[in-house]
């Protein structure tokens, strides 16, 4: 039975739960599949194919059940399973049930495919990267809560789309261009494709509005002076509104700032804009947006700069959505052009004539007015940006989906430990007067839950596995010098690693005796007093306090020695015999007659 005729019998039987369909046949005639085959699935008589065939499968259909459910759950947090991380949790569920027939907990090469056939909602996709800070700050409320401000903001000022304006910086590497297809020898691995390789920065400034107009760009180049090879490119009937500016590392400065601002931005976005309304600019938080001169200029020119969330550009920033990457994609289609064409290296001079081509194609109407559309800025909707990122609060602030109603006795599947004691309860009271098709069907829904609650602990077993392991890294962060030697071998990282590891136990040892000494002499604890005896070899040791005093290792606190000290260890020479004499004996003396001993130089035994 295919995907799409077993959708349709489980709709009918919803609808006939439900109340929507007055009998079978007509639920079997509305969507069209043989009445016999949904009148035996309502009435419990018979199963899905799947279920049928559920003892031929891996997993039990709880079991992947289960796996979807901590698939869709790690989706929501934002940190996806792979492909490999399915197969290992499939494998340890059936390593933990101990199945004879699959050793070690064996999973197929091909059971993920399978899996995903089986449940059509999950699929495969190729994960794109996200720096941690970006992912990390992706809060629904905090986009809704911009989009509503820029919401507010154009209601009240009545601002249109002409007048608001979005500015960013784009970095440009010179040479970098874009991997292509080539036709070669057939069985040649690896083509190589000659590429420029020139990796000098160059920043771009850029400006559009909502209405789907740009002005000329802003160009830093990375200098400390205006060279004329620089402009090779830049002919007579160029813009002349364009500007190149140069810094020491080829980024915008809170200088360059304030001159885009005042004599670049605003008098080309005037010429564009309605006088009648103020300007609205959305801006990122760089530093030379913010500097008090230049949120001053703004306000004295009835300006209206608003400050997008840190590390929220990705999603709320037109420019990021829509148009930096086809500029991208074009400059360096353009890049590898000049590459073949041309044998010498791409410079500065060859950087203006390049992006000129590159905007004409990126910059289009259609794609300005889709980026804004996109970042939900323009027409204002929160829901656009927060449908693209993954948190688990995401849900609440979309569309939530429609849910048919069950009927009053099904008692659905559930999900939890209070649902499946409601659930459980419910069914106990309706057991006398239920038929037997409606005990067969619930009693199911209680077993699958039962065996889901089952499984979701023991994926949660190793998850706790796996977080232990995470627990005990490596320890990547200690900079110990190991050896000031330019070249080492293995054999040589692993003596030193030895002998460093002896040296801080051994220092570790040294500080635990100094700080029981500091705490000793600070707690007043009993001192020992050395006296010199004539005639004899062994050095009288005089001890104050009683037992209780000197506590259960008083004795052997009078022996302790400093290894630093020539003195001490001349006395522990003497004394060492002195100790193995009082520890011969059937039962060691107890700590007073030790004491009284040590004090007439004679040993008890």
């Known amino acids: 039975m295919n995907s799409k005729k077993e959708e349709k019998i489980l709709e009918a039987i919803k609808a006939l739960e439900a109340g929507k369909m007055p009998s079978v046949r007509r639920a079997a005639l509305f ?48 940190f996806p399973v792979d492909v490999q991380m399915v197969r290992d949790m499939a494998a340890k569920l059936v390593k933990n049930r101990d199945t004879a027939s699959y050793q070690d907990g064996y999973v ?15 699929q495969v996709k190729v994960a794109t990267t996200l720096d941690r800070q970006r992912m990390s700050s992706n809060d629904p409320a905090i986009i809704k809560d911009l989009i509503d401000t820029v919401k507010k903001t154009i209601m009240k000022y009545k601002i249109p789309p002409t007048n608001m304006w979005n500015m960013d910086e784009k970095g440009i590497l010179l040479g970098k261009g874009k991997g292509t297809k080539v036709v070669c020898r057939k069985g040649r691995r690896n083509p190589r494709l000659r590429i420029d390789g020139n990796r000098e920065l160059v920043t771009v400034v850029e400006s559009i509005n909502a209405a789907g107009s740009y002005i000329s760009p802003f160009i830093i180049f ?22 190149f500016a140069y810094s020491s590392k080829g980024y915008t400065d809170d200088v360059l700032g304030m001159n885009w601002l ?15 309304f103020p300007i609205f600019l959305l801006i990122d938080g760089h530093n030379s947006h913010i500097t008090h001169q230049f949120l001053s200029y703004c306000v004295d020119n009835n300006i209206l700069a608003l400050c997008l969330p840190p590390h929220s550009t990705h999603l709320l920033q037109p ?24 044998f010498d290296i791409l410079r500065k ?21 889709m980026g ?59 057991l006398p007067n239920a038929s037997q098709s409606e005990i067969l069907k619930n009693f199911r829904k209680l077993a699958s839950s039962a065996l889901g609650a089952m499984t979701e602990v023991q994926i949660e077993r190793v998850q706790v596995e796996n977080l232990k392991r995470k ?55 009993p001192k020992a007093k050395r006296a010199t005896s004539k005639g004899t070899k062994q050095l009288p040791i005089v001890v104050e306090g009683t037992e209780d005093e000197l506590g259960s290792d008083g004795f052997e606190e009078v022996f302790d020695t400093d290894e630093d000290s020539e003195e001490d260890t001349h006395i522990q020479q003497q004394v060492t015999p002195l100790k193995r004499q009082l520890f011969v004996g059937l039962a060691a003396p107890s700590r007073t007659t030790r004491a009284t001993s040590l004090r007439s130089g004679t040993p008890q035994l």
């Open 31 to 78: 969507y069209e599949i043989p009445e016999t085959t949904l009148r035996n699935r309502y009435k419990g008589r018979t199963q899905s194919r799947q279920l049928g065939h559920e003892d031929q499968q891996l997993l039990t259909q709880e079991e992947e059940k289960a796996i979807g459910r901590w698939i869709k759950r790690h989706d929501d947090l934002g």
């Open 108 to 122: 197929g090469e091909h059971w993920v495919n399978r899996f995903l056939k089986r449940w059509p909602d999950l």
């Open 222 to 243: 990375k200098g400390k002076s205006h060279i004329k090879g620089w402009y090779a490119g830049f002919k007579k009937h160029h813009e002349k509104e364009v500007r």
């Open 262 to 276: 005042v004599d670049h931005f605003h008098p080309q976005a005037l010429a564009l804009s309605d006088a009648k």
């Open 319 to 342: 420019l990021d959505v829509g148009l930096f990457s086809p500029l991208q994609s074009a400059y360096s289609l353009l890049v590898n052009n000049y590459t073949k064409e041309n």
């Open 349 to 369: 001079g060859n950087f203006w004539p390049l992006l000129k081509a590159s905007r004409a194609k990126a910059y289009t109407k259609n794609n300005i007015l």
């Open 372 to 430: 804004w559309k996109a970042s939900g800025i323009w027409p204002c909707n929160h829901r656009k940006p927060i449908s693209k990122i993954q948190h688990p609060d995401a849900h609440k602030y979309l569309t939530p989906p429609k849910i048919r109603p069950g009927s009053s006795w099904s008692i659905g599947t559930p999900r939890t430990p209070k649902a499946l004691q409601k659930a459980s309860v419910r069914f106990m009271q309706r």
């Open 471 to 525: 627990s005990q890294p490596l320890k990547t962060k200690d900079k110990h010098i190991l050896s000031k030697s330019r070249v080492i071998t293995g054999a040589m990282v692993l003596q030193l690693k030895e002998e460093a590891e002896k040296k801080a136990e051994k220092a570790k040892i040294a500080a635990q005796k100094r700080f029981l000494k500091e705490q000793k002499k600070s707690s007043g604890a």
